[in-house]
């Protein structure tokens, strides 16, 4: 519903209402009700609808997850040539497993083929190519006969937690300030 139409609407529900007391279906479809118990009364409550959620939201939520749960953004974003190969690679440990328990949290990760890379394979006709890639040579419709360099992931669950106030969709971490 566009801005202008948001406008009409309310005029209209607050003419409606210093007439009528109460709002017309069509009004308060629009303005998406709830029912709502409350001390064994029912009541209506009008809740603004939810800001709608933009295409990099999910993204920053991963993101802020993996930063959370992991410091990956902090790793990242250090300019590691002060640091010393012993220090980065006790570093990185620290990272990779709170990040592989990030992931495994958000996500339930299974391998889309089988087997071991560099193991010989063979990928039937009228495969998907969304899930296995061909590289190389590829001539003909198949079967083809290959080596497996990567066995490709597939998510299937995908438990993020609930997006926030759209004012802080794009934050990834809060600044810290410790006050003594």
């Not at 009528?20 to 009700?33: E, R, T």
């Not at 603004?48 to 999910?58: C, N, Q, S, Y």
């Not at 006790?90 to 328990?101: E, G, M, T």
């Not at 889309?112 to 969304?130: C, H, R, S, V, Y």
């Amino acid at each position: 519903m566009g801005f202008g139409q948001r406008i009409a609407l309310a005029f209209r529900a607050f003419w409606h209402l210093l007439r009528a007391g109460d709002l017309p279906a069509d009004i308060v479809a629009a303005a998406a009700v709830e029912p709502v118990r409350t001390d064994d009364h029912s009541a209506e409550v009008v809740r603004a609808p939810a800001a709608p959620e933009r295409p990099d939201d999910g993204a920053v939520l991963l993101l802020s997850v993996l930063q959370r749960e992991g410091r990956l953004v902090d790793f990242l974003m250090e300019d590691l040539g002060t640091y010393s190969d012993a220090q980065i690679g006790a570093a990185v440990r620290d990272v990779h497993a709170n990040c592989r328990r990030a992931l495994a949290g958000a996500f339930e990760l299974e391998p889309i083929l089988e087997g071991a890379e560099e193991q010989a394979i063979t990928i039937p006709t009228g495969f998907d190519p969304a899930s296995i890639k061909l590289v190389g040579r590829v001539v003909g419709t198949g079967p083809f006969r290959g080596v497996l360099r990567h066995r490709g992931w597939r998510s299937s669950r995908v438990q993020l937690p609930v997006l926030g106030a759209p004012d802080a969709r794009q934050i990834v971490a809060p600044a810290e300030v410790e006050i003594s």
